[in-house]
């Protein structure tokens, strides 16, 4: 039987009545959480659909060698642990943390896997991918929503001292407001603990002209189709209004800039989800998405303000993607 099944395990965040109840409030407040973009298998295959046509990481070589520095240096900083245990938050479709594990591997060391993300299908892909490549590795995919899963680190016990924990978090700040993130990533370490992060750089010197040329990595459309998605599903189409993509500040902090998308009707709709009807106005604007756009001085500053030091880290050459290798400290 568990060569057929796949085990997963699924924290209260995810549990049906809070999803819904998450999902009544994106169409009420008129913005929809990130996490109702990856909700169907229809909506993950679009999303990695988009990341292999644009992501650097799939497509710069210089990228994919940016990602490769920096778990070379997480390889040597965990030379000595004979046992590690890889959580992947956000883990996506899984390509980055099965690189990472790849350098992690060794017959002296006992690894163990927990692909964690809001999408069912892209925990089990990023289950699937690590075993494909590592077959004995053990792997318990998780299915949380990050920003609800306070408790989630008690779940995932060490069973020693001596096991060191790190965490990963690839692509995944951009899609959070910074003032929601950070504190959570914090929660999650402790002290000693390592993460791995990336994060979508500005390139160049000035900042606003650096997000300003890559725009078209989001205004496209591949992009589009995947975001609309979640509105064609509650009966709201391209007939109803467009997708307008811009350069936002950050209401708490701005400083910091990111892209946003949002959908702006053109005439009145309607919908009913359960008993609640929901009106949109015409010249409403629903937000759909967003991405946070920053450089690594940026990024240290706030990492430090959490006592998250950067222990080593890589940029890629068109300074587009940065890799970033922390510690908690005391």
Not at 80 to 94: E, R, V, Y
Not at 214 to 239: A, C, F, M, R, S
């Amino acid at each position: 039987m568990s060569a057929k099944f796949e085990q997963v395990f699924v924290h209260p965040s995810q549990f049906p009545d809070q999803v819904y109840q998450d999902y009544l409030v994106s169409f009420s407040g008129k913005q929809i959480n990130h996490k109702f973009h990856y909700d169907s298998v229809k909506q993950s295959q679009k999303w990695l659909k988009i990341h292999q046509e644009y992501s650097p990481s799939r497509n710069d070589r210089d990228a994919i060698n940016t990602y490769e520095k920096c778990f070379q240096k997480t390889a040597e900083t965990l030379d000595k642990f004979s046992s590690i245990q890889l959580i992947g938050l956000g883990s996506g479709g899984g390509t980055k943390d099965s690189l990472l594990l790849s350098y992690l591997s060794n017959q002296r060391r006992e690894l163990i896997y927990y692909p964690l993300d809001v999408s069912l299908s892209l925990a089990i892909i990023s289950a699937q991918k690590a075993r494909s490549s590592l077959t004995e590795l053990s792997v318990q995919p998780i299915v949380c929503d990050l920003l609800h899963a306070d408790d989630l680190m008690f779940q995932i016990q060490k069973r020693d001292e001596q096991e060191r924990r790190i965490i990963t978090f690839f692509g995944m700040i951009p899609n959070f407001y910074p003032q929601q993130i950070f504190p959570t990533l914090n929660n999650f370490l402790n002290e000693g603990d390592l993460l791995l992060l990336s994060a979508n750089l500005a390139p160049g010197s000035d900042y606003v002209q650096g997000i300003e040329k890559i725009l078209p990595q989001y205004d496209n459309e591949l992009t589009k189709d995947w975001l609309i998605t979640v509105l064609e599903d509650v009966g709201v189409n391209h007939e109803n209004g467009n997708i307008q993509f811009g350069i936002k500040d950050d209401e708490e902090n701005p400083n910091l800039k990111r892209v946003n998308a949002d959908f702006e009707l053109n005439n009145d709709v309607s919908f009913k989800l359960d008993d609640e009807l929901i009106e949109w106005k015409s010249g409403d604007k629903i937000g759909l998405f967003f991405s946070y756009r920053y450089t690594t001085t940026k990024l240290q500053e706030i990492l430090s303000s959490y006592g998250i030091n950067i222990l080593n880290y890589s940029e890629s050459a068109n300074q587009e993607e940065g890799v970033y290798l922390c510690q908690k400290g005391k």
